[in-house]
């Protein structure tokens, strides 16, 4: 994964604009939630994250 040293990542879902049910529209993929309440760690570097920028920028 991207951490090879860190078996955990965290994500902070509780703000409004990026929760799992609105999370698809800010990012070009939603996170998922495993049945067990974690998230796979990411291959990707970082978070692992990649932001909607066509989205964001009506927004700023």
Known sequence: G???NGPYVEYKLDL???T???SHLI???PI???A???VPIPDKPGLG???NE???ARYV
């Open 2 to 4: 991207a951490f090879a």
């Open 54 to 56: 066509e989205v964001i």
């Open 36 to 38: 067990d309440g974690c």
């Open 20 to 22: 799992p049910e609105t």
């Open 16 to 18: 409004p604009v990026l």
């Open 49 to 51: 994250i990649e932001l």
């Open 27 to 29: 990012l070009t993929e």
């Open 32 to 34: 998922l939630i495993g």
